[in-house]
């Protein structure tokens, strides 16, 4: 469609208000921009921290849908069409009838399109500036942490250069005092065996001399290992002060590092608490100005711009286009999509049903004897006791009602004159074509069809079968007098113009022909004529009564045709064709 405004009718308010009308739909729009754009922040950010958590890729994708969705919703829907609608309606007083539930239902959208927009304005400005906001400046522990480690690595080696100088020179004393304890108990083993030699050379005893050599030999190897534990002693007190002194030195660094580390902690959460304090000042001042002085000012705005048209006299005027009728372009497009796709679909349907080869006719029974319960009254009988002297014994039985004239004779005669075949194809053929006409006259066009094929592919196989034509003329031409024949438009049998030339069935004149055969029974049927109730003799009887002048078969040809019915007149004129 396509929308106009009319000239104003109210020229001196239009012109007073002419710029501020102007300056109003411009600045609606200013507002309406800053609006939208803390309303797909909310959107985008909501959709995305809804889904980047699966998919960071399909986040984005949906944080972008999400924020032209709800811009589109609040700032279009809303301000743009629900409030001007709103307006309208109450300053035109539409608070009756129809008009009254479109008022109601405008003010109830408006209402819930500008709250989503306040919402969504407030909450999308802080999460804005929390996106914005730079990150405060953190002072590194690294320094510390290098110094620190330098220290100790320092006091490390120093303990360890310490140590080993202590206990080297430890070691030189006890090696010293070792070697001179053994010089000294040498000595006095070798007085121990000078004594001990000279007592077996000279035969005198030196018992007391070679005791007091090995007294003071274990004298002097107590005094070494005195000596030695108390350097041992001493040596482990001094690496003992070495530790403790060690140990002293790290503690004090660890305690000046966490000094450190505690200061620039304090340095950094300071930072970040006046970055925050900084932040949340700005959220509040930005939540405020959009979330609710640019909504309200584009309410105001809006309002007063339909004041302003509205006291002006313009008015709104809608010119139809062809395309306001039509159902949409994606149900159309579905539309042509889905008959397309039906079209296709039943088009090969249609060809695999077309390749499908008619099934073979079943072969049908052979003559039955004297079993009439297997066929009731539908039937025609030819009686034991009106056959031929040669004939008795030989009952047979037809289930066909329009064969009413066959010759009974022996079982090889019959067998070699009638055609088995061929009575099953009839049957076929009066059963489609009769179906076929039923679901023609049900308005049921695609089995009609299916059924019409079915009869003529049995029709070409009849016609061939006796020796006549089968085409494509000839099968619809056949197919027709059936149905002209069973909806009782023409009493000529067709089959029996076939029969007739094929010898299938004798002449009326045999007297076998002229027998009596059992009375066939059928259910009772409406007169065509007078619409009486009778009980018809013939499968095809269409009157209840055929004799005398005034009889309901008279009277209806007299009444389709103009003139009364003459008998010979009608058989000379079937002949003559």
Same mark, same amino acid.
């Given at each position: ?43 985008? %950010? ?15 994708? #949906? ?44 003010? #109830?959208?408006?209402?819930? %399109? ?10 999308? &400005? ?43 020179? *430890? ?12 010089? /000294?108990?040498?000595? &006095? ?71 450190? %580390? ?55 005027? !809608? =010119?139809?286009?062809?395309?306001? *009728? ?12 889905? $008959? ?86 009839? =049957?076929?053929?009066?059963? *489609? ?17 299916? *059924?019409?094929? @079915? ?19 000839? !099968? ?24 007739? @030339? ?5 002449? $009326? ?8 055969? /059992? ?33 309901? /078969?008279?009277?209806? $040809?007299?009444?389709? $045709? ?16």
């Amino acid at each position: 469609m396509q929308i106009y405004s009319t000239l104003p009718k109210k020229k001196d308010f239009y012109s007073f208000y002419a710029k501020f009308g102007r300056g109003i739909a411009a600045g609606v729009i200013a507002l309406q921009i800053i609006s939208g754009m803390t309303e797909g922040a909310a959107g985008y %950010l909501f959709m995305y921290d809804s889904i980047s958590f699966f998919n960071k890729t399909l986040g984005t994708a #949906a944080g972008i849908l999400g924020a032209i969705a709800i811009v589109l919703a609040v700032e279009i829907a809303g301000i743009r069409f629900f409030l001007p609608l709103s307006v309208r309606s109450v300053l035109n007083k539409k608070f009756s009838g129809l008009e009254a539930w479109m008022t109601a239902f405008a003010m #109830a959208g408006t209402i819930c %399109l500008l709250s989503l927009s306040g919402i969504a304005s407030w909450n999308g &400005a802080k999460l804005a500036v929390d996106v914005f906001t730079p990150d405060p400046v953190q002072e590194s522990t690294i320094k510390a942490d290098s110094i620190h480690s330098a220290k100790i690595k320092a006091l490390s080696n120093s303990f360890a250069s310490d140590s080993l100088t202590i206990a080297r020179q *430890y070691d030189k004393l006890v090696q010293a005092e070792i070697n001179a304890f053994t010089a /000294k108990i040498k000595a &006095a083993k070798a007085d121990q065996k000078r004594y001990e030699a000279k007592e077996r050379i000279t035969g005198n005893s030196f018992v007391s001399r070679i005791e007091a050599a090995k007294v003071k030999a274990a004298e002097l190897e107590g005094l070494r290992s005195e000596k030695v534990a108390a350097l041992e002693s001493e040596k482990a007190q001094q690496l003992t002060i070495l530790g403790s002194r060690k140990k002293r030195t790290a503690d004090s660094l660890q305690n000046l590092y966490a000094n450190d %580390l505690a200061t620039i902690d304090f340095n950094n959460s300071a930072a970040i608490e006046e970055i925050e304090q900084a932040a949340n000042k700005r959220k509040n001042n930005l939540a405020i100005f959009a979330g609710i002085a640019c909504l309200l000012l584009s309410v105001v705005g809006v309002t007063m711009k339909e004041i302003y048209l509205h006291g002006s006299g313009i008015q709104e005027e !809608v =010119e139809p286009t062809e395309w306001d *009728y039509r159902k949409g372009i994606v149900f159309e497009t579905f539309q042509a999509w889905n $008959h397309r796709f039906k079209t296709w679909a039943y088009g090969l349907i249609d060809q695999y049903n077309d390749r499908t080869k008619t099934a073979s006719l079943p072969t049908l029974r052979p003559i039955v004897y004297d079993r009439s319960e297997l066929y009731g009254d539908n039937v025609i009988k030819i009686k034991r006791e009106d056959l031929e002297e040669g004939d008795r014994g030989q009952v047979l039985f037809i289930s066909n009602p329009i064969l009413t004239q066959v010759k009974a004779h022996q079982v090889n005669k019959i067998q070699s004159n009638v055609d088995q075949d061929l009575l099953g194809m009839e =049957e076929k053929i009066l059963n *489609y074509v009769q179906v076929a006409t039923d679901f023609q006259k049900s308005n049921v066009k695609p089995q009609a069809k299916a *059924y019409q094929l @079915k009869a003529d592919e049995v029709i070409r196989l009849y016609l061939e079968r006796t020796g006549g034509s089968s085409t494509k003329k000839e !099968v619809a031409d056949f197919r027709k007098r059936i149905t002209d024949y069973l909806d009782g438009r023409t009493t000529q049998n067709p089959f029996v113009e076939i029969r007739r @030339k094929i010898g299938f069935i004798v002449d $009326h004149n045999n007297p076998v022909s002229n027998r009596p055969v /059992k009375e066939k029974h059928f259910d009772s049927r409406a007169c065509d004529h007078c619409g009486q109730m009778y009980e018809p003799k013939t499968w095809n009887q269409r009157f209840c009564s055929n004799k005398g002048e005034d009889n309901c /078969k008279t009277a209806w $040809h007299e009444k389709q $045709h103009g003139q009364k019915f003459n008998p010979k007149q009608y058989h000379r004129s079937k002949r003559n064709k």
